[in-house]
């Protein structure tokens, strides 16, 4: 069974500096790979995927994947209290593609 | 933007009773899901479906059935709830690949 890990568990970062969120997983066929951000009170949503190895940017945010060594990460540049939220990393099992596995999530805290 | 809404949105329910968690959406979506979520355990998938009429068990199905009776409606449905049943669930649907996720529904079972 799919395994999808994240750390670390919390995270502290000031005002304007940069995030750095870890995700392994354990099936190297898996092929569908998003972040999920999730504030309080609502459901989680979409941040940015990536598919291929390598890295991925998005403004602000920067996705980097190595399916060799199982592991994907989220980084977030100049961070703002806005960015305070429960981060989640999901991966979709190349044997069943429907099926999506989250991590246990990463709880970001952006200190003004 | 996509559309999924979830009702009840809080519901406080006994134990041994039955509990109907719903949810729609509106954007065509074949694939829909029901999460779970805990403090401490992410989210964890219950059941989904990828078309009306069939659902699939993910990794955490026991004590949970569920109905996709059309494309658009997916129920959730916990004929004895337990304490242990607790959390709040999320509902999804999924095109090429993204989920979009609705509010929540807040379970308290007494």
């Known amino acids: 069974q799919q395994k999808v890990q994240q750390s670390p568990e919390s995270l502290i970062v000031p005002e304007g500096g940069m995030a750095s969120l870890n995700c392994t997983f354990s099936?190297?066929?898996?092929?569908y790979f998003w972040w999920y951000r999730q504030h309080s009170g609502e459901g989680p949503k979409a941040l940015m995927s990536i598919f291929s190895n390598g890295d991925k940017k998005e403004g602000r945010f920067t996705a980097h994947l190595n399916k060799a060594s199982l592991y994907v990460s989220l980084h977030i540049k100049d961070s703002q209290p806005s960015d305070s939220a429960l981060y989640f990393c999901?991966?979709?099992?190349?044997?069943?593609?429907?099926?999506?596995?989250f991590g246990k999530g990463t709880h970001l805290h952006v200190l003004p | 933007e996509a559309a999924v809404t979830q009702s009840p949105r809080s519901k406080v329910a006994v134990t041994g009773g039955k509990v109907t968690l719903s949810c729609h959406q509106t954007?065509?979506?074949?694939?829909m899901y029901w999460y779970r979520q805990d403090t401490g355990h992410g989210l964890r998938l219950i059941h989904y479906s990828y078309v009306a009429d069939s659902t699939e068990k993910g990794d955490i199905p026991d004590g949970y059935k569920a109905s996709r009776p059309s494309q658009e409606n997916f129920s959730l449905i916990l004929e004895l709830a337990s304490l242990s049943q607790t959390a709040v669930y999320f509902c999804?649907?999924?095109?090429?690949?993204?989920?979009?996720f609705g509010e929540g529904s807040k379970l308290t079972v007494l």
């Open positions: 999901a991966v979709s099992p190349d044997t069943n593609a429907y099926k999506v596995i």
């Open positions: 954007n065509n979506h074949d694939y």
């Open positions: 999804a649907s999924r095109v090429t690949g993204q989920l979009y």
């Open positions: 099936d190297r066929n898996s092929q």
